[in-house]
């Protein structure tokens, strides 16, 4: 070969090199939850704005689990990113069951998505209008060892009410509020995201309502507990249930490996937050995520890729 050929020949080698480097393509995973819920749903529009506006990155929704599948997928980095609840996240980071024997520290936070809302359901005219008012009530209380069960647990025991005061009924949302219509409980507990269809569908066939939790008592118990905030349902949200309701709520999370990069983060915060429109086009939740409630009830420590971003736009200091 002679010189001129074997210099032509380097040089084709490095340009397509330095193409192929250009047209990288980094491939990633988001860890969601099961396609009828709204984990799955959501977390895909995430992914499809992550690919459509940070250049070479290919980011997946994966249907999984939910909460506690996807921080084990993250401890062993078999994804970048996952959604969750705050208060599981929490629990896990802290090392509190099921991860009492290997806490997920490799996670880190980035938003706080759409509050999962916990309703406290009654019949009109039960003459219920409080939390304090369960006292010596059949109550649904959530299935057992459930996100709902021993959140509701902590909101009774804050208003001085235990399983010894009522008569709890392990029972899911399905199962709750049918106990509600054939009146065999005389509370049902919901934790979602708002409208839930369970609380949707007990108000088309029942004069519902709300429970009120005690506002003094409330601030003063959040004060020590990071993944719950107090929430407003609005008034309207349901059929008949007109007034604002106050109560508290544990968001969804979106949430990373420690180990991704700053840059990687930060450019996919950008993306969300500056095409919430397609968020919110995709799902009914996906209007709940804005930037004033990012960072509300963010129970684990910020990725510095998000907190480059709030410090950009002035949400923290």
């Known amino acids: 070969m002679g010189i001129r050929k074997g210099v032509a020949l380097l040089l084709v080698v490095a340009l ?13 995973s988001l860890a969601t939850g099961g396609t009828a819920g709204t984990y799955y749903p ?5 992914a499809s704005i992550v690919m459509k506006h940070v250049p ?3 980011l997946t929704a994966e ?4 909460s506690v599948a996807n921080l084990r997928m993250l401890q062993n980095k078999r994804v970048e990113f996952m959604m969750g609840a705050s208060n599981t996240s929490w629990g896990a980071y802290e090392g509190h069951a099921p991860f009492e024997d290997a806490p997920v520290k490799n996670i880190r936070g980035m938003v706080s998505l759409y509050p999962e809302v916990f309703q406290f359901i009654v019949m009109k005219g039960s003459g ?15 299935a057992p060892g459930s996100g709902t069960e021993r959140t509701a647990n902590m909101v009774l025991e804050a208003h001085g009410i235990t399983y010894d005061d009522l008569d709890e009924q392990f029972l899911n949302f399905g199962e709750a509020v049918t106990a509600l219509k054939d009146r065999l409980v005389d509370c049902a507990i919901v934790g979602a ?53 106050l109560t508290v709520a544990s968001p969804a999370i979106l949430s990373a490996e420690a180990d991704v990069s700053e840059d990687l ?43 480059k971003f709030y410090k950009m736009v002035g949400l923290i200091k």
């Open 16 to 28: 397509l090199g330095i193409a192929g480097a250009a047209g990288a393509v980094e491939r990633l």
């Open 42 to 46: 959501i977390g895909s529009a995430i």
């Open 56 to 58: 070479g990155v290919e």
């Open 63 to 66: 249907s999984t689990g939910a």
């Open 128 to 142: 219920l209008k409080t939390i304090s008012d369960l006292k010596g009530k059949k109550v649904a209380v959530g």
């Open 193 to 245: 995201g708002i409208p839930t269809s369970a609380v949707v569908d007990a108000s088309t066939s029942l004069d519902v309502e709300l429970l009120q939790v005690d506002k003094a008592v409330m601030e003063k118990f959040l004060a020590d507990i990071p993944y719950l905030a107090l929430f407003v349902v609005p008034g309207g949200t349901y059929r008949g249930v007109a007034e604002d309701v």
């Open 265 to 307: 983060v930060f450019n996919v915060m950008k993306a969300i937050f500056e095409n919430l429109d397609e968020l919110a086009a995709a799902h009914a939740q996906g209007r709940m995520v804005k930037l004033e409630t990012a960072l509300s009830a963010m129970s684990i420590p910020l990725h510095p890729g998000a907190e």
